[in-house]
């Protein structure tokens, strides 16, 4: 395949013929590829086909196409024009082409963005799309917005509609690569797989009840254990198994075997009952294993909250609290309420939601986060902007849309709490 990919002379239709992820050919940026391909590709003249290499269960070649130096990404603003709600392509393109007009005869592309955008996303921010690198657009949309120049509109097709596109700044520049890649994922023959069901079955003639775990290490196996299956689970420690295994296990008795191998996509399974769980609360051997990690994390936290009220008295700043710590502080900026992540930290609502109560050049007190024990401090903060009536009107009916759908939601929840059924569907399913 490697030397038919070489004298292809049409890649994207040999990718979609021969490939099993289909990767669209397109331009890559350093890191958008598996380990093995990225380390090579940009150090190949254009027109070298490489592989192939073994990556994450399957084998990759890749051709190269073309290479250069572009943005590694665009800040732009759209229009997005929905050719059914135009009557037709033609005519959402000459509508495209009016608005480009209005454009240059200098009226507001925010102003035109509200009134005509029909992408719910930007229209009520003026159509910014913020910034964006290769890879997070549709193809057409992406190859207009990062080859043409700051300051361009130009109007551009997609699998969404039509688009008038503003490039308003290139970021960065690094090396694109243009490559075809075909791969094959490594699948089980008939062979492999009666070999493995064969293991499994003389496996099976030697356990029993009281030596499952005994025969599982002789063969050098490692024993899965699911602390908590339900009857309508349909997986087992991550991995998909079959309705009847979950079945068998609710009507077998505490260390039976079952009788069957179990088959799975991917495995053949040999099981056992390890014990049952009765109805209510459960005691603390029965959810030892659940819990535990986030007991240590718990009390972990109470260490590290301990060291961080230590560091915070007397302290005056949060670089002295970092100094006393032995670290750095942080500095993050454009934290929002609506969304409170800390960017390239981690989703920390308790403590974003502190920040905005404080006030500036004052360091809080220690903060118990998802990901680690915290202090923060306000270096300013900014206002938003005044919002005119129709992005006011417009915001007003999509929170009340998503209200009105979750309310749906909400009563059939308060019903089901509310019930009182017997779940008797593993019997059927």
């Known amino acids: 395949m490697k030397t038919q990919l070489a004298a292809s002379t049409n890649d994207s239709t040999f990718v979609s013929v021969n490939a099993d992820s289909k990767i669209p050919v397109t331009y890559f940026k350093k890191g958008q590829l598996s380990g093995a391909l990225d380390s090579v590709i940009f150090n190949v003249p254009v027109g070298t086909v490489v592989g192939p290499y073994l990556s994450e269960g399957k084998y990759e070649i890749a051709k190269v196409l073309d290479a250069k130096f572009s943005a590694d990404s665009v800040k732009a603003s759209h229009i997005l024009l929905n050719p059914a709600a135009e009557g037709g392509l033609d005519k959402a393109k000459a509508k495209a082409d009016s608005i480009k007009g209005l454009l240059a005869k200098g009226e507001k592309f ?36 990062f080859n043409g120049k700051p300051g361009d509109i130009v109007v551009v097709e997609s699998q969404f509609g039509v688009h008038i596109l503003r490039i308003e700044k290139h970021i960065g520049n690094s090396k694109i690569v243009k490559a075809a890649v075909v791969d094959k994922v490594i699948s089980a023959g008939k062979e492999t797989t009666d070999a493995a069901y064969t293991k499994a079955n003389n496996l099976h003639s030697e356990i029993n009840g009281k030596n499952f775990e005994e025969v599982a290490k002789k063969h050098q196996l490692e024993v899965g254990k699911a602390f908590r299956l339900r009857a309508m689970d349909n997986t087992l420690n991550g991995i998909s198994i079959p309705r009847e295994l979950v079945r068998w296990a609710f009507e077998a008795k505490a ?23 009765p109805k209510g609360v459960q005691p603390l051997e029965a959810v030892k294993g659940e819990i535990i990690l986030g007991v240590r ?5 109470r260490m590290l909250k301990e060291k961080m009220d230590n560091a915070l008295k007397g302290a005056s700043s949060i670089d002295q609290v970092a100094q006393k710590l032995g670290k750095t502080a942080q500095t993050v900026e454009n934290i929002v309420l609506a969304n409170p992540v800390l960017p390239g930290v981690a989703f920390e609502s308790a403590v974003v939601g502190t920040a905005f109560g404080l006030q500036p050049n ?21 206002n938003p902007k005044e919002m005119v009536e129709s992005e006011r009107k417009t915001q007003q009916k999509q929170i009340l849309s998503a209200k009105q759908q979750r309310a749906w939601g909400a009563v059939f929840k308060a019903l089901m709490d509310n019930a009182d059924i017997d779940d008797n569907r593993i019997r059927f399913y």
């Open 362 to 382: 004052k360091p809080s007190k220690s903060i118990e986060g998802n990901q680690g024990v915290y202090a923060v401090q306000v270096l300013s903060f900014v």
């Open 297 to 301: 994390n718990m009390v972990k936290a």
């Open 110 to 145: 925010e102003t035109l963005a509200i009134e005509f955008s029909q992408d719910p996303g930007s229209k009520n921010k003026g159509g910014d799309l913020g910034t964006f690198a290769r890879g997070q657009m549709v193809g057409p949309f992406e190859e207009a917005a």
């Open 255 to 277: 260390g039976e075997v079952a009788e069957q191998i179990f088959e799975s996509d991917e495995y053949f399974i040999i099981a056992k009952n390890a014990g049952i769980s």
